[in-house]
């Protein structure tokens, strides 16, 4: 389990809070007016048991990814894997860049959005470009669709109208002959010489019938009135009827002209919609894409030009980013170079080389750090021409070198140092203690180390403890003080406790230790 106080807006919290954590707000005595930026309490732990492991994050459990990936944000730990890393041009291109602080993070961000930008727009060109062809064929062929459409000039709902009028027209004689038997059932037939019962008659009879006798009953009066009432109504459908008889007449000629422009019409159906409404839509549509598609050489043109533009202006941010990283580099050689000497590397140095390569998301600089040895050696590349132990000694040079130096904001308060003397003697594991000591005014320092001189310097001691016990091999970390202290140091140095030489070596180390960091 480990408690770690960030700031509040910090990757780390950020990414926290997204995965549901519970951060309290940290209230510093020194900070009394508020104008600092809030810090908060983030409790971040990880049990192991024998099947499975589980990761807790402000009170919440998460994935073990997560965890890690915070880990990287909190923790740097400098061990064998470190220097591995060290040799990759990507880390120490992220080293000068960090040793850099404001002014290169200011060049760095700059070039990076002209670059995204710039990346940005000649993908949309590249794209445009490519399907120049494809765009042609579909404008090709929405034109000739909307020159047919206007061409056959079709109007909302005329499918439907023609098709009520084709039927009209094919049935001229069945509709005339329903419509005339229709009327004569309601006021008879002049043609007819034997005349039949008709409605209007038979009402006009039950209503004489009904108003003969209504003064006997008011009840009878009112049905006498619904007779009259159907009587006019039976008067006005049979008008209607005669009406709409009188409008049909078999027009072969307007049949035949019916049934072309619904051929015209059905043309249109088959290709862009299942009616006349659906084709206008279509229509519609075409037109809005034609016009995109008319655009794009407008919008080819307009981005060829911005490209270009792009271009002038990350080669500019580039430069700018080059200049700044030079002048970092430069300061980054003396402190790196000069705190080698003060580890035992005495004609050692440090050089950073910037050369040139395609610009990409990081610049246009290929950083490469060349170490010299010592005097008379040539300067080689770290991959190349440093040891496990010198690349230690590197790093740790790097870490101090950049203690005085502005940084970029989300740096890493807690430093790991895996056995980085390993290797040394014990004058350069003076020096290393001592740098150690310096870098634990910055931060948090814990150090795995099997020397004496080095432990010295550390404001707690602790001690890993392991024996076997029925069989079981356990493992205890406590913490010495004191006399337990001073017989550890001194087991450390002779390999005996109760040596007195050997504790009085430990007692001269541990004052000389307090007296430097005093």
Do not use: N
Request: charged letters at 30%.
């Amino acid at each position: 389990e480990g408690v770690f106080v960030v700031a509040g807006q910090s990757p780390v919290a950020v990414r926290a809070r997204e995965a549901g954590a519970d951060l309290d707000e940290v209230v510093d005595p020194q900070d009394a007016d508020g104008s600092g930026e809030p810090e908060v309490e983030l409790v971040v732990a990880r049990s192991v048991a024998a099947r499975r492991s589980r990761a807790h994050v402000g009170g919440r459990t998460v994935p073990i990814a997560v965890l890690s990936e915070m880990g990287d944000e909190l923790v740097a730990v400098h061990g064998q894997s470190e220097q591995v890393l060290l040799r990759s041009p990507a880390r120490q291109r992220e080293l000068l860049d960090s040793f850099g602080g404001r002014e290169i993070a200011t060049a760095l961000d700059r070039y990076q959005r002209l670059f995204g930008d710039l990346a940005a727009t000649s993908a949309e060109l590249a794209t445009l470009t490519e399907q120049a062809r494809q765009r042609r064929q579909e404008a090709d062929l929405l034109r000739l669709g909307l020159q047919e459409i206007e061409a056959a000039a079709p109007q909302s709902g005329e499918d439907r109208e023609l098709r009520m009028l084709s039927e009209r027209l094919e049935h001229a004689s069945d509709l005339v002959s329903a419509t005339g038997t229709a009327r004569a059932a309601l006021v008879g037939s002049e043609d007819d010489p034997e005349p039949g019962p008709d409605v209007l008659g038979l009402l006009d009879t039950a209503r004489r019938q009904l108003e003969s006798v209504a003064g006997l009953d008011p009840a009878l009066a009112e049905l006498a009135t619904r007779a009259r009432e159907l009587g006019h109504l039976a008067t006005e459908l049979a008008t209607d009827l005669a009406g709409y008889a009188a409008g049909i007449e078999a027009d072969p000629v307007l049949l035949e002209r019916t049934h072309e422009r619904r051929a015209q019409l059905g043309a249109l159906l088959r290709k862009y919609g299942d009616d006349v409404d659906a084709v206008l839509a279509w229509s519609s549509q075409a037109a809005r894409r034609l016009l995109e598609l008319e655009g794009d050489d407008d919008r080819i043109e307009h981005l060829a030009a911005r490209e270009l533009e792009l271009r002038g202006q990350v080669e500019i941010a580039a430069a700018k980013l080059t200049t700044a990283r030079r002048a970092a580099a430069g300061r980054l050689e003396k402190a790196v170079s000069r705190e080698l000497r003060d580890l035992s590397m005495p004609g050692a140095a440090l050089s950073v080389h910037l050369g040139e390569r395609p610009p990409g998301r990081h610049g246009a600089d290929e950083v490469t750090f060349l170490l010299t040895p010592h005097r008379g050696a040539p300067p080689r590349p770290l991959a190349k021409g440093a040891s496990g132990g010198e690349l230690s000694r590197v790093m740790l040079a790097i870490e101090v070198a950049t203690l005085d130096h502005p940084r970029r904001p989300a740096e890493t308060r807690t430093l790991v140092f895996d056995e980085v003397d390993a290797g040394v003697g014990g004058r350069a594991a003076v020096q290393i203690g001592r740098r150690l000591a310096r870098l634990a005014r910055r931060a948090q320092v814990i150090v795995v180390t099997h020397l004496p001189q080095v432990a010295a310097f550390a404001d707690q001691h602790l001690v890993v403890a392991k024996w076997a016990s029925d069989g079981v091999t356990l493992s205890e970390v406590h913490v010495v003080e004191g006399d337990d202290r001073l017989r550890e140091l001194a087991r450390m140095l002779a390999g005996v406790e109760e040596s007195s030489a050997a504790q009085q070596h430990a007692r001269e180390l541990l004052e000389q230790a307090a007296a430097e960091r005093r």
